[in-house]
């Protein structure tokens, strides 16, 4: 499955942004999407994920409440709304795929700087 993601952008703390991934190639039922990101001199952190089949979700604490992810089963895209937005947030966001059955993310879209200046 290929990956596209677009959105990112600077916002000021307590804005928002949202972010897209177009995903293509097969069918996405098989599939565990997710957003992660990687702040500078950090590790890369799983952020939200969205199961394609049923939509069952997962949110890292750090945002849950903040964030919402969502897929849209006829466009074959998962975005990611992201709003009271802090300037912890500002890293690169990247969403990647693994299959429903295996843990590895295999499949990973280009990265989309997000920025929240204070």
């Known amino acids: 499955v290929q990956l596209q993601a677009s959105g990112g952008g600077l916002v000021q703390a307590g804005g928002a942004l949202r972010l897209s991934c177009a995903a293509s190639g097969r069918t996405l039922i098989p599939f565990v999407f997710s957003w992660f990101r990687q702040a500078p001199g950090k590790e890369r952190e799983r952020v939200a994920t969205i199961q394609w089949g049923d939509g069952s979700t997962y949110y890292t604490a750090s945002v849950k409440g903040r964030f919402s992810i969502s897929r849209d089963t006829v466009k074959n895209m998962v975005s990611l709304e992201m709003n009271s937005l802090k300037p912890e947030d500002t890293a690169v966001y990247y969403c990647?795929?693994?299959?429903?059955?295996?843990?590895?993310?295999?499949?990973w879209g280009q990265g989309t700087q997000v920025t929240v200046s204070s």
């Open positions: 990647a795929a693994r299959w429903l059955t295996k843990y590895d993310y295999d499949f």
